[in-house]
Every structure is written in C-alpha cells, then in structure tokens.
C-alpha cells in the first residue's frame, strides 16, 4: 500500500537505503568473521541482556532451545561466549561474552560507522546541519511515540 504522504514516502526511502546497505555491510562482516547473521545477533543479544540463558536467546531469535544451544555451542568453539551454571540454579546455563565477542562485535559497528562517515563526509557543512537538525527532531518524536500507551 503506497502512501500519497510526501515525508512519509520519503521516510520509507531512506529507512530502505539505509536498511539495504546497513544489512549488506553487515552480511559481509559476518561472512568475512565466519558467522551467520543468527550468530552475530545473538551476540548483539546477549551485549543487550548481560548474562542470559538459552532460552533467552531461542525466544528473541524466534528458534527452538534446541536450535539456539547449537547456535551458541559454534560461539563457544569460536571463543565469543562462555557458558556457565547460573549461580542461583544450577540447571541452567549463563551465557556471557568474552573480550574476543565483545571485539568482534564492535568491529561490526564499525564497518556501519565508516559507512555513516563516508555519508557524512559527501554533505556540504550546511547540508550535514540541515540533515543533524531533522535527525534529532525525528527522535525525539520517536521517543513520544514510544512513550505513549496505544
């Protein structure tokens, strides 16, 4: 369904631009670190939870446990994430990341960075502020809509 709102179908522009080339820099970061996108994602998940189980990470990826512990078992052999009892049961496993993962992922954030840099670099002075002002005005009407209840 196409939208007859002009900052709407712009909108919808850019975030295409961005989430085709945002995800293409990181498919080949991924591929180039021998890791599937659901590897690298777990990892960005267990960055954002801190310490978490198998569960955890089966439910935000949308996969079995089965299929989330064989997918954490190659970060473990790769050395991205250790495995451990959770200290207040022992039936389940904690799962953190080690420096190594913790490396690997902010190399990721920086192949998307110097991509954003290079963009910014190809704006005139006025046209990296004009793009800065609507950017903020954009989150902070974000961050309204968040906010309220529906």
């Known amino acids: 369904m196409e939208t007859t709102d002009p900052l709407v179908y712009i909108l919808e522009v850019a975030l295409g631009i961005f989430r085709h080339r945002l995800m293409g820099n990181l498919f080949i970061f991924t591929k180039a670190k021998g890791l599937?996108?659901?590897?690298?994602?777990?990892?960005?998940?267990?960055?954002?939870?801190?310490?978490?189980?198998?569960?955890?990470?089966?439910?935000?990826?949308?996969?079995?446990?089965?299929?989330?512990?064989?997918?954490?078992?190659?970060?473990?052999?790769?050395?991205?994430?250790?495995?451990?009892?959770?200290?207040?049961?022992?039936?389940f496993k904690q799962i953190v990341l080690t420096e190594k993962g913790l490396q690997i992922l902010q190399e990721g954030s920086l192949a998307n960075r110097n991509w954003l840099e290079d963009l910014a670099r190809s704006m005139t002075i006025e046209e990296q502020e004009q793009v800065r002002s609507a950017i903020v005005i954009l989150i902070e009407k974000t961050r309204q809509i968040e906010i309220k209840p529906n």
């Open 36 to 91: 599937s996108v659901g590897q690298y994602g777990a990892l960005l998940k267990i960055l954002h939870k801190g310490g978490c189980g198998v569960s955890d990470i089966g439910n935000d990826l949308g996969v079995s446990n089965s299929a989330a512990s064989q997918l954490l078992e190659r970060l473990v052999q790769l050395k991205l994430i250790t495995r451990s009892e959770d200290p207040d049961d022992r039936r």
